[in-house]
């Protein structure tokens, strides 16, 4: 049975082993975590169809 996995984007505050970012992004691709920034820097190959983000004007 194959399961369907959606892509989440989680923006807030992210702590990492070497940064915590007050005001960051984490996208999440089905069972992994596929980028970590901020939220004025795309994820790779966003593109023109990135999404809008969680409070973003």
């Known amino acids: 049975m194959s399961e369907h996995l959606e892509t989440l984007y989680l923006r ?3 702590v990492t082993p070497t940064a915590v970012l007050e005001d960051g992004v ?3 691709d089905g ?3 596929a980028w ?3 939220p004025r820097t795309p994820p ?3 593109g ?6 969680p ?3």
């Open 12 to 14: 807030g505050r992210v």
């Open 48 to 53: 023109r169809t990135s999404p809008r983000l």
């Open 44 to 46: 790779p190959r966003a």
């Open 36 to 38: 970590v920034g901020p």
């Open 55 to 57: 409070h973003d004007p």
């Open 26 to 28: 984490v996208v999440v």
């Open 31 to 33: 069972a992994l975590i």
